[in-house]
């Protein structure tokens, strides 16, 4: 039996006060064990319970950081500190920056499966943007993407490929919960410039076969691309054995898509003369012996003197549809021609102009 703190005499078991002194006894409070320093603690969130352990500490602008690794989850507050030993021998997860995803990214299959040229693209992406690659992606926000497009793009398709390639980065981090949300969706592109889809009319073709008679050997390139529908990527990888004088095609030279790859090249008996003619003048075994940066001022150069629209190489492309279907060539023999394994894509590159449309809509009579 309990005796009295005050006076030592003996009181009944679960006695408040002392019958003798009057003296309040204090209850003993069962002891709760407390874990170590150190081991860990447990939260309860909600209706389920979370396990946390801090590791050690890191310096973040002068000051001790604990670096922490948690799980949550947990049914009962017992399950959460039974899992606190496995939890301790967790290594906390390192925030990516841009160059590991990256990394990550090069090595994937997602990126074995794509073509040359689509790797290609991200890679010159990527030199664009290196000077970033440190930065982890948890850090960067919406202003710090739009700003790395607007330094390194001034036109719309620059700005999607960068948008593009950030993208597929903030993918890779998306599961490991790195970041919650991808946000180089919410990056802005500059308007796209409506030259970038047009043609070449039939009076700026004569002015460039007016130029290339000249004497002009340049001019004779742009005049390919129009009558072959050869992009100037494939344009400036085009090597002389590929061209297959007897069949009238180049072989070999397509980009891009898989269709382009497959399908010759076909030539116009008007141009063959003329890519004879490139390629007495060009040194080596490519049909355009120069770089990217040379064969662009020289086309500008070349629009300018002969007083055609200033428009993108690409544009020579768009001239060769254009020009095709006002010959009522058949949508299939089109498609084939601008090797487009769809001809919803061939269909983008028509731009028919006012007078062909006159001309065909006055082909309706009245009854006589």
């Known amino acids: 039996m309990p005796n009295c703190i005050k006076c030592n005499t003996e ?12 003296k309040k006894q204090e209850q ?8 170590g320093n150190g081991t860990g603690a447990v939260y309860k969130r909600r209706q389920k319970w979370e396990a946390a352990v801090t590791l050690g500490y890191k310096l973040e602008n002068g000051k001790a950081v604990p670096i922490r690794v948690t799980k949550c989850g947990f049914k009962t507050k017992k399950e959460a500190i039974d899992y606190l030993p496995i ?22 299959k997602q990126y074995e499966k794509l073509s040359d040229s689509r790797k290609e693209k991200y890679c010159i992406v990527w030199r664009k943007i290196e000077k970033e690659s440190f930065v982890r992606i948890d850090h960067l926000t919406v202003a710090d993407l739009q700003r790395i497009v607007d330094e390194h793009a001034q036109s719309y398709y620059p ?5 593009d390639t950030l993208s597929k980065l903030y993918q890779l981090a998306l599961p490991d919960q790195f970041v919650t949300i991808n946000l180089a969706e919410y990056i802005e592109l ?7 889809r047009q043609a070449f009319d039939q009076d700026d073709i004569a002015k460039l076969w007016e130029d290339y008679a ?8 742009i005049l390919f691309m129009v009558y072959s529908g050869c992009m100037p990527g494939e344009l400036l990888c085009m090597h002389k054995d590929q061209i297959d004088w007897e069949h009238k095609q180049v072989r070999g030279a397509g980009k891009k898509t898989k269709v382009r790859k497959e399908t010759p090249i076909v030539l116009a008996d008007c141009i063959i003369p003329v890519l004879a003619d490139l390629c007495d003048h060009s040194s080596g075994d490519k ?17 300018e003197r002969a007083g055609c629209k200033r428009l993108p190489p690409y544009s020579c492309r768009h001239s060769t549809a254009s020009i095709l279907a006002l010959e009522n ?7 084939k021609i601008m090797r487009h394994s769809r001809f919803s894509t061939t269909e983008g590159y028509i731009h028919i102009n006012i007078d062909p449309m006159l001309e065909a809509v006055n082909l309706l009579k009245k009854p006589e």
């Open 11 to 22: 009181l009944p078991e679960g006695a408040v006060f002392c019958h003798i002194c009057g």
């Open 28 to 35: 003993q409070k069962k002891s709760t064990p407390r874990r």
């Open 87 to 108: 939890l301790r021998q967790e290594k906390p997860k390192r925030t990516p920056t841009l160059n590991d995803l990256w990394y990550q990214f090069q090595n994937s």
């Open 159 to 163: 700005a999607r490929d960068i948008r």
């Open 190 to 196: 500059p308007e796209r410039n409506s030259n970038e």
């Open 214 to 221: 000249a004497g002009n050997t340049f001019t004779g390139y």
């Open 287 to 303: 049909v355009l012996h120069i770089n990217k940066d040379r064969f662009y001022d020289m086309y500008y150069t070349t629009l």
């Open 329 to 335: 060539i058949p949508p299939s023999v089109l498609q």
